[in-house]
């Protein structure tokens, strides 16, 4: 069993910056493949980073390129996302997710192909 624990989300201004803390335990944290996904009041949850086990592969949904980092810290057996030029439009319960049994280098970008997530942290960024 995995479990994953989000923290750093809160209330900041258009333009601010927030990082995201997800911290595993349970299993051994170099074999999970990492994500971020993002859900809004009345939307579906939706894509934003992933990460490989090694850390070498990231990938980014298209409106969060150049403003949003996904980076792990294996030792500390932590996944951050490093939010930068947050818009409005990034507010959001944000939930980390991981799955195992994955190659070296694969990153998942569908919801459907991780089996644990967690609780979830609220980011509101206010206009």
């Known amino acids: 069993q995995v479990q994953l624990v989000e923290s750093g989300g809160g209330l900041v201004q258009a333009g601010g910056s927030l990082r995201l803390s997800c911290a595993a335990s349970?299993?051994?944290?170099?074999?999970?493949?990492m994500g971020w996904f993002r859900q809004a009041p009345g939307k579906e949850r939706e894509f934003v980073a992933a990460?490989?086990?090694?850390?070498?592969?990231?990938y980014n949904t298209d409106s969060v390129k150049g403003r949003f980092t996904i980076s792990r810290d294996n030792a500390r057996n932590t996944v951050y996302l490093q939010m930068n030029s947050l818009k409005p439009e990034d507010t959001a319960v944000y939930y980390c997710?991981?799955?195992?049994?994955?190659?070296?280098?694969?990153?998942?970008?569908?919801?459907?192909?991780?089996?644990?997530w967690g609780q979830g942290t609220q980011v509101t960024v206010s206009s």
């Open positions: 349970g299993r051994t944290f170099s074999t999970y493949a």
């Open positions: 997710a991981a799955d195992v049994g994955r190659s070296y280098y694969t990153v998942l970008k569908i919801a459907s192909e991780y089996t644990y």
């Open positions: 990460i490989s086990r090694s850390g070498g592969n990231t």
